[in-house]
């Protein structure tokens, strides 16, 4: 929303990308434009969610957190029990991003057809190629 400048005598918004540029935990949050009514002196910045982004999520593991008997650093096969750990975290983030971009596209629709009353929303031109494909970013802290 636009905040009063310091001075007050005029309002900024300070909009950020319409697609995730540094793979950051904030830029997994639901990406969104504005449209700018101004009536007068009068405004508002209705936002309007993008449905057409590549899914992104983005989490974070402690492989201290696993007890010893799941992860043992002495053990011989340590590389493969982490790396199987692991591959379960991030097939488990797949699915999680594939469900909230499938729940971001019924939103995105409905949220669309009540922002802009009286509009239709038009049939999509473009989409997202190979939705399946999406973005995935695992932090894996690995002290200790």
């Keep these: 929303m636009p905040m009063e400048s310091t001075v007050g005598t005029f309002r900024i918004t300070q909009p950020g990308s319409s697609v995730a540029t540094s793979l950051t935990t904030g ?7 504005g ?15 993008l449905s057409q982004v590549r899914a992104f999520v983005a989490s974070e593991i402690s492989l201290s957190s696993y007890k010893e008997e799941e992860l043992d650093p002495e053990d011989p096969n340590v590389d493969e029990i982490m790396k199987n750990l692991l591959h379960e975290r991030v097939e488990e983030l797949i699915e999680e991003a594939r469900g909230q971009a499938r729940s971001l596209q019924e939103d995105a629709d409905e949220e669309a057809k009540r922002a802009i009353p009286g509009i239709q929303v038009p049939p999509r031109n473009y989409a997202v190629q190979k939705p399946d494909q999406v973005l995935v970013r695992l932090k894996v802290e690995h002290s200790g």
Excluded at 27 to 33: D, F, P, T
Excluded at 36 to 46: I, P, Q, S
């Design 27 to 33: 830029e997994s949050e639901r990406k969104q434009v």
């Design 35 to 49: 449209i700018l009514d101004v009536r007068g002196n009068d405004f508002r910045l209705r936002p309007i969610p």
